[in-house]
């Protein structure tokens, strides 16, 4: 199996779809860097404006590395699973338009190891989109804007929120975070592969794929109680966003930030185990299809 890996990370590495996702993400991460050392003031004055005569945090301080990073990700992490689908939605569905298919089934190589082979391909190469993120947004960030403590906006409930975390209880956040997200886009990964199995090209899978994931996104935010009890709980990108309960800390009664605390892990564990449990679904799923199915070409 480790050979068969090989060869179809070697496959990955020869589309030059793949590189397009990476070079989307520095593009888009470029862009924000620039824009916030052009005039990032600005953007910490409307942020800031309802609590300027009672918030003492410096805002040249605020606009650091660790901040930038919470943005860009706030925005690149909407966007990334169109990318994972570039890749993932061409595992079976390119073999089929290729014409290398049924070629591949006549080795001595079961059909359930050519999909979790071409699964575990589809997760590295997610694992190293997130690597180029986190090189480019937070490192490069961090050498660009410095380090400081960072701030977080947030709306809960009717109420907007500004949380401080001290700078030296941050990092450990962003590796949970991204660890995170590569569970949340595993699920957009394994998601193309199934729907890969049904087509003979890929932009089918593709369209499909990002289809499924706005659609889904959409109802996410959609704020209605039969919708809240019944469907959300069920829908997987109902938790993509879950990454940013890293970033949520825990206060005493009297609303002192408590360093190294969440506010809310058991929400996070049981996210993730949703997330897990929709990869072991879905993969699952793709096997027992792609046993069953005929290859004509």
Not at 155 to 162: F, H, L, R
Request: charge should be positive; proline fraction near 2%.
């Amino acid at each position: 199996m480790w050979n068969l890996l090989q060869i179809e990370l070697f496959k990955i590495s020869k589309r030059p779809r793949t590189y397009i996702a990476f070079i989307a993400i520095a593009a888009i991460v470029f862009i924000f860097q620039f824009a916030f050392k052009a005039d990032g003031q600005s953007y910490m004055d409307l942020m800031l404006q309802s609590v300027k005569d009672d918030f003492t945090f410096e805002r040249v301080k605020a606009i650091n590395g660790y901040f930038m990073c919470y943005i860009i990700l706030n925005t690149l992490l909407i966007q990334v699973p169109i990318l994972v689908a570039l890749v993932a939605a061409d595992s079976i569905s390119g073999e089929a338009n290729m014409g290398t298919l049924r070629l591949m089934l006549s080795k001595p190589i079961s059909r359930s190891q050519i999909i979790i082979v071409k699964f575990i391909a589809a997760t590295i190469f997610t694992l190293l989109l997130l690597v180029w993120m986190a090189i480019t947004a937070l490192f490069l960030s961090m050498f660009i804007f410095g380090v400081d403590d960072m701030l977080i906006f947030r709306v809960k409930g009717d109420e907007s929120q500004i949380l401080q975390i001290t700078k030296d209880d941050v990092m450990w956040r962003y590796f949970a975070a991204f660890g995170y997200a590569t569970v949340a886009l595993t699920v957009i990964a394994a998601l193309a592969l199934l729907l890969s199995i049904f087509a003979q090209n890929s932009i089918g899978p593709i369209i499909a794929t990002v289809c499924i994931v706005i659609v889904c996104t959409i109802i996410s935010n959609i704020n209605v109680p039969i919708i809240d009890n019944n469907v959300k709980p069920f829908l997987f990108t109902s938790y993509l966003v879950g990454w940013k309960g890293f970033f949520y800390i825990a206060t005493t009664e009297d609303g002192e930030p408590i360093k190294g605390s969440l506010e809310n892990w058991s929400a996070i564990r049981n996210s993730l185990f949703i997330l897990i449990g929709h990869i072991v679904g879905l993969v699952t799923l793709s096997i027992l299809i792609f046993k069953r199915k005929d290859i004509l070409s």
